[in-house]
Antibody, heavy 118, light 112 residues
């Protein structure tokens, strides 16, 4: 049974760096073809893909946010960490992590709401 | 503004068949698979259709997907009240920076 759970601060100040952790179980990020991605959703708005990391440490980033994002994995801890620098109120959103099986996200975490406000 | 274009809303009565469209370009839908997600209020998205028309186990066959050229569609037959949700299409996009995920703006389905 695959499960994922996001954790991190619920409130960050503008210009601060956000660090989110995705802790998962039921799969290994060292298995060929497996990836973990991050997707966010501002309140009442659409989904937006942020970043993705694969079993072989291949990393993909949203072109529009690439300069602000870093994704890393700790296979031994079953965790993936996303950092986003220079946070702004427009970054207020629910942040989801999801398991990618070869070419699609099939399992999602429950999401964590991050509010950016001074 | 989302890379993939969906109508903001759709509606139908119980038992009806409704379709939701998703329009893209040659760099995404035109050359890659399309995926559909259902998001019930207050919950995380759930995979509904993968690789254009494949249903994960547990997804009723009332849901079907299709693709033609740079557009795709999700059809829901025998509409039920529990189908009221937001629906998102997604695809890989071949950009200069490599392969990236893109999503549609979402369609809110109302069951009248």
């Amino acid at each position: 049974q695959i499960t994922l759970k996001e954790s991190g601060p619920t409130l960050v100040k503008p210009t601060q760096t956000l660090t989110l952790t995705c802790t998962f179980s039921g799969f290994s990020l060292s298995t060929s073809g497996v990836g973990v991605g991050w997707i966010r959703q501002p309140p009442g708005k659409a989904l937006e893909w942020l970043a993705l990391i694969y079993w072989d440490d291949d990393k993909r980033y949203s072109p529009s946010l690439k300069s602000r994002l870093t994704i890393t994995k700790d296979t031994s801890k079953n965790q993936v960490v996303l950092t986003m620098t220079n946070m702004d109120p427009v970054d207020t959103a629910t942040y989801y992590c999801a398991h990618e099986q070869t070419d699609y996200f099939d399992y999602w975490g429950q999401g964590t709401l991050v509010t950016v406000s001074s | 503004q989302s890379v993939l274009t969906q109508p903001p809303s759709a509606s139908g009565t119980p038992g009806q068949r409704v379709t939701i469209s998703c329009s893209g370009s040659s760099s995404n839908i035109g050359s890659n698979y399309v995926y559909w997600y259902q998001q019930l209020p207050g919950t995380a998205p759930k995979l509904l259709i993968y690789r254009n028309n494949q249903r994960p186990s547990g997804v009723p066959d009332r849901f079907s997907g299709s693709k033609s050229g740079t557009s795709a569609s999700l059809a829901i037959s025998g509409l039920r009240s529990e189908d009221e949700a937001d629906y998102y299409c997604a695809a890989w996009d071949d950009s200069l920076s490599g392969l990236n995920w893109v999503f549609g703006g979402g369609t809110k389905l109302t069951v009248l």
